[in-house]
């Protein structure tokens, strides 16, 4: 595969989408619908856009988050922490109209979501408009990270400045219900992260969950349109990729999930990173199914000391 990310790998990665308050509750047994279930709950700052900019940033990856917050003392929290880690922060809109973003999410004891809810207004205000005015940022980056909580409207308009800059667009589907708003736009993006439910949404394949055949001609099906990679989160955390040269199966380190929060993020940051320092596309998805590991045996949306080498002692040989 012809790397389209190395050529300005010293840019920033432009990542427009969600900042949001993460709310997780771990159920102590079975749910009972209709009454209160005894559970472990934690908060931590989250939202797909978020969570891929702080990733980018600890692997030492210069990074702009362009996203909306309230003026909130969440939203102001949420840029403080943000600029700490060295992530541009001057393009997100900080909204007195709607609140920072809220992800309320349900997993059992397995760690396997049960159920989410997500308050993601403030994100209406990354308006097509508010895009077209900083045409000039396409000029100087390396690459765009889109998620799918974006209007329709600005992410066409996004991969139109992308296009005619020249710049590679990478996407999350983000969600079963969000994913069908990247379909008119997969001739353009280059790097696509779904899990097995979005990945038959865009390919309309509907690929079993237990079968790696299907989602392995699933993922093919979205590079014959024009994706140049398409990296496949399955149930069992085998990550499940394909490119216009190459495919293949990597299986991610096998341990109890304490949190599934943020590990797609996860991947999709380290396989950019990976690309962007001109790694090999099976070194750069190895990379990824470190990083999904990693993030999915700790608290929080984000490996709070992840680094190259970190991801490098996690390795799946």
């Known amino acids: ?13 432009l990542v427009i989408g969600s900042s949001s308050v993460d709310m997780i509750g771990r159920l102590s047994g079975e749910i009972n619908l ?6 472990h709950i934690r908060t931590s ?22 996203s909306a917050v309230g003026q909130d003392r969440a939203g102001k929290q949420i840029l403080a922490e943000m600029d700490l880690f060295g992530v541009d922060t001057r393009y997100t809109i ?3 109209q709607n609140p920072t973003g809220t992800y309320l999410g349900i997993v059992d004891q397995k760690g396997e ?22 045409a000039r940022l396409f000029k100087e980056i390396s690459a765009v990270y889109i998620d799918a909580n ?27 219900s969000l994913a069908v708003k990247l379909k008119p736009y997969l001739k353009n993006i280059k790097m696509l992260t779904p899990n097995i439910t979005e990945v038959g949404i865009l390919s309309d394949r509907k690929p079993s969950p237990t079968r790696r055949a299907d989602a392995l001609q699933a993922a093919k099906d979205l590079v014959s349109v024009g994706l140049s990679i398409v ?16 495919s293949g199966l990597i299986s991610a380190i096998r341990a109890p999930i304490v949190d599934p929060t943020g590990a797609g993020d996860a991947l999709s940051a380290a396989v950019l990173y990976g690309l962007l320092n001109n790694m090999p596309v099976d070194d750069a998805v190895r990379l990824g199914a470190s990083a999904l590991s990693l993030t999915m045996s700790q608290i929080g949306s984000v490996v709070p000391d992840l680094s190259l080498q970190k991801l490098y002692d996690h390795l799946v040989a």
């Open 1 to 13: 595969m012809e790397n389209e990310f190395s050529p300005r790998a010293s840019y920033p990665v």
């Open 34 to 39: 209709g009454t209160s279930n005894p559970a």
């Open 45 to 66: 700052f989250g939202g797909v856009a978020r969570n891929i900019a702080e990733n980018l940033a600890h692997l030492g990856q210069p990074v702009i988050l362009l």
């Open 94 to 96: 900080q909204s007195d």
């Open 113 to 134: 979501l049960e159920v989410a809810l997500d308050d993601m207004r403030a994100i209406s205000e990354i308006t097509p408009a508010y895009i077209r005015d900083l």
């Open 150 to 176: 974006l209007t329709k409207e600005t992410i066409r308009t996004i991969v139109s400045l992308a296009r005619k800059a020249n710049i590679p667009v990478c996407a999350d589907p983000t969600s079963f």
């Open 231 to 246: 990296a496949v989160v399955m149930p069992e955390l085998d990550v499940i990729y394909a490119t216009t040269e190459t």
